[in-house]
């Protein structure tokens, strides 16, 4: 088992910045990779990046490269997205997820979930 948190979420003006946080614990935190979602109101759950169990390799979605960045400390269990130049369709919440089966930019394919951070972006 592994229990997820996000933390970070607030309201930010258009171009600014946040970071996100989601910290892990139960199993072995450096052994398995780790995604964020978000999903805006009455849309689908879309992939934002993911990262793998050491960190070496990271993914990203279209929408967010450049801007977006996801990285990982070991000796904290947390997981980091660091949001920047950010805009109105970002607003949604955003959701940290753990240990992926097969595909990291599938939702149905990570195990373990938190519950969500809302990030709100205005104009």
């Known amino acids: 088992q592994v229990q997820v948190a996000e933390s970070g979420g607030g309201v930010v003006q258009a171009g600014g910045s946040l970071r996100l946080s989601c910290a892990a614990s139960g199993r072995t935190f450096s052994t398995i990779a780790m995604g964020w979602f978000r999903q805006a109101p009455g849309k689908e759950r879309e992939f934002i990046t993911a990262?793998?169990?050491?960190?070496?390799?990271?993914y990203y979605a279209d929408s967010v490269k450049g801007r977006f960045t996801i990285s990982r400390d070991s000796t904290k269990n947390t997981v980091y997205l660091q949001m920047n130049s950010l805009k109105p369709e970002d607003t949604a919440v955003y959701y940290c997820?753990?240990?992926?089966?097969?595909?990291?930019?599938?939702?149905?394919?990570?195990?373990?979930w938190g519950q969500g951070t809302q990030v709100t972006v205005s104009s």
């Open positions: 990262i793998s169990w050491n960190g070496g390799t990271t």
């Open positions: 997820a753990a240990d992926p089966a097969s595909r990291h930019d599938y939702a149905g394919a990570y195990h373990y």
